[in-house]
Nanobody
Framework: VQLQASGGGLVQPGGSLRLSCKAS????????VSWHRQAPGKQREMVAK???????DYADSVKGRFTISTDNARNTASLQMNSLKPDDTAVYFC????????WGQGTLVTVSS
């Protein structure tokens, strides 16, 4: 299974970005999909998760601003990030858990004016 994450970049505070994670070699239909992030000098933390049944969970720090979703037809998971803050600056990783534990390569999000 390979995961290809994309969509990171530089954005001003208050702006939006949409991250995508496409899976090849497996289907996400039965996967628990999550997004994690790691800021410099900090531990990796989960920011959003969605189960195969569509139940979502978010870190308190992103509730109301981030939305996780999946597109089974495209075998892709997304993370819509709105009202971005400088504290959201980190490398973001997608993770698929189904018959294994698979991580994407990470995409850098920088929130700065």
């Amino acid at each position: 299974v390979q995961l290809q994450a994309s969509g990171g970049g530089l954005v001003q505070p208050g702006g939006s970005l949409r991250l995508s994670c496409k899976a090849s070699g497996s289907t996400i239909r039965f996967s628990v999909v999550s997004w994690h992030r790691q800021a410099p000098g900090k531990q990796r933390e989960m920011v959003a998760k969605i189960t195969p049944g569509g139940v979502t969970d978010y870190a308190d720090s992103v509730k109301g601003r981030f939305t996780i979703s999946t597109d089974n037809a495209r075998n892709t998971a997304s993370l819509q990030m709105n009202s971005l803050k400088p504290d959201d600056t980190a490398v973001y990783f997608c993770r698929y858990q189904y018959r294994g534990d698979f991580w994407g390569q990470g995409t850098l999000v920088t929130v700065s004016s």
